[in-house]
């Protein structure tokens, strides 16, 4: 069935620093990543995504990367900050099954002063 | 906009009892709500997917008679649990979803826990 697997399960990085995840999906036809950053016992809220058709995205200090071929793409957070502290979860859309998204397992980012 | 609304927030109830939970999506017509269960530490799994008027079509391993979905309008799906047992505890999320567009929006989840 479709998977998506992400990398690393904790980063722990000095503020200021960047840091970047990794996820790889299987299905072919996947054609929406989004990225959410959950605070705990918070819902889901989505910091960036991309399409299908584009391979880099840039919000300030958040970057996505696509690389359709490989079936890979990752989160890159620039100067960080100690409230970029969270779980962090990939997702990936399910082709043609209207919205449907598969998770990867979730990054916790440790973001230290 | 794009406000999801979830009720309660949190339950506690007694192992053999059935528990609802309400799923709202409150400026928008949702054609599709997704439900979830985070166990701490763990990611989203997808228990199931509603659409408006029609069955919910359950994810590999989640029974369909315990969890009853129900997708009585384009703006309210509801989830039960029922006979809820202690190893149900866990954190339930919805998602509302419009066709034609590519973002899910989430509830702020209801924490069930089963005593």
């Known amino acids: 069935g479709e998977n998506v697997e992400q990398h690393p399960s904790t980063l722990s990085v000095q503020e200021g620093d960047s840091a970047v995840i990794k996820c790889t999906y299987s299905?072919?036809?996947?054609?929406?990543f989004p990225w959410y950053k959950q605070e705990l016992g918070k819902r889901p809220q989505l910091i960036i995504d991309?399409?299908?058709?584009?391979g880099e995205k840039k919000d300030q200090r958040i970057a996505v990367t696509l690389n359709k071929t490989a079936k890979h793409f990752s989160l890159h957070i620039t100067e960080t900050q100690p409230e970029d502290s969270a779980v962090y979860f990939c997702?990936?859309?399910?082709?043609?099954?209207?919205?449907?998204?598969?998770f990867g397992q979730g990054t916790e980012l440790s973001v230290k002063p | 906009g794009a406000v999801v609304s979830q009720h309660p927030s949190w339950v506690i109830c007694k192992s053999g009892t059935s528990v609802k939970i309400e799923c709202r999506s409150l400026d928008f017509q949702a054609t599709t709500m997704f439900w979830y269960r985070q166990f701490p530490k763990q990611s989203l799994m997808l228990m199931a997917t509603s659409n408006e008027g029609s069955k919910a079509t359950y994810e590999q391993g989640v029974e369909k008679d315990k969890f009853l979905i129900n997708h009585a309008s384009l703006t309210l799906s509801t989830l039960t649990v029922t006979s809820a047992h202690p190893e149900d505890s866990s954190f339930y999320i919805c998602s509302a979803y419009r066709t034609g567009y590519y973002e899910q929006y989430f509830g702020p989840g209801t924490r069930l826990t089963v005593t």
């Open positions: 997702a990936a859309s399910i082709g043609n099954q209207g919205g449907k998204l598969i």
């Open positions: 991309i399409r299908s058709n584009v």
């Open positions: 299905d072919s036809a996947s054609n929406y």
